[in-house]
T-cell receptor, first 115, second 113 residues
Framework: DQQVKQNSPSLSVQEGRISILNCDYT??????FLWYKKYPAEGPTFLIS?????DKNEDGRFTVFLNKSAKHLSLHIVPSQPGDSAVYFCAASDSLIQGAQKLVFGQGTRLTINP | KAGVTQTPRYLIKTRGQQVTLSCSPISGHRSVSWYQQTPGQGLQFLFE???????NKGNFPGRFSGRQFSNSRSEMNVSTLELGDSALYLC????????????FGPGTRLTVT
């Protein structure tokens, strides 16, 4: 039962353009969402998070949007840079029942930024 | 501030053996979580420790166990290794007791032959 889904295994974007990575979830108890970036041979690196009481959070070039009614979140990267090429994971937690630190991850999307 | 460190980085074991992996969290972080990453299953939660107590556990068999010491360092143990246990084992630490981002170590690559 895949509670967090990233339906696009890969995405290719031209440098300078916007990258949009999508994530869907099924568990309505999730109340905190995070995005991580992972380079080969390294652990995931935290990028940005959003609480379910918000619908948008911005940090520099990264913006996360949350649509609770659709159980959908997206990560926008503007402008995209070659160093953004990595695997991006969406993660969610249900702080009240499962515990805040138990993250459920999507399968990841490999983003490639072309010069 | 030093990041999360994991030792060893690579390990090769044979079926039936047991293995212990170590994780040192970021200084001041009291929550340590463990994840297994495989190509087929992605990142899956194993367990989380806070102040030496296991607060949460994922859906893994009892062969997987862990503990946390008073200095917040954590170890995980896998007994009676199976081929399917070959994976990247990631440790993550967090400062907050409730919601908050986790900071991951580089992982231990375990290969079971």
């Amino acid at each position: 039962d895949q509670q967090v889904k990233q339906n696009s295994p890969s995405l290719s974007v031209q440098e300078g353009r916007i990258s949009i990575l999508n994530c869907d979830y099924t568990n309505s108890m999730f109340d905190y969402f995070l995005w991580y970036k992972k380079y080969p041979a390294e652990g995931p690196t935290f990028l940005i998070s959003i609480s379910s009481i918000k619908d948008k959070n911005e940090d520099g070039r990264f913006t996360v949007f949350l649509n609770k009614s659709a159980k959908h979140l997206s990560l926008h990267i503007v402008p995209s840079q070659p160093g953004d090429s990595a695997v991006y994971f969406c993660a969610a937690s249900d702080s009240l029942i499962q515990g805040a630190q138990k993250l459920v991850f999507g399968q990841g999307t490999r983003l490639t930024i072309n010069p | 501030k030093a990041g999360v460190t994991q030792t060893p980085r690579y390990l090769i074991k044979t079926r039936g053996q047991q293995v212990t992996l170590s994780c040192s969290p970021i200084s001041g972080h009291r929550s340590v979580s463990w994840y297994q990453q495989t190509p087929g299953q992605g990142l899956q939660f194993l367990f989380e420790y806070f102040s030496e107590t296991q607060r949460n556990k994922g859906n893994f068999p009892g062969r997987f166990s862990g503990r946390q010491f008073s200095n917040s360092r954590s170890e995980m143990n896998v007994s009676t290794l199976e081929l399917g246990d070959s994976a990247l084992y990631l440790c993550a630490s967090s400062f907050q007791r409730t919601v908050g981002e986790q900071y991951f170590g580089p992982g231990t690559r375990l290969t079971v032959t």
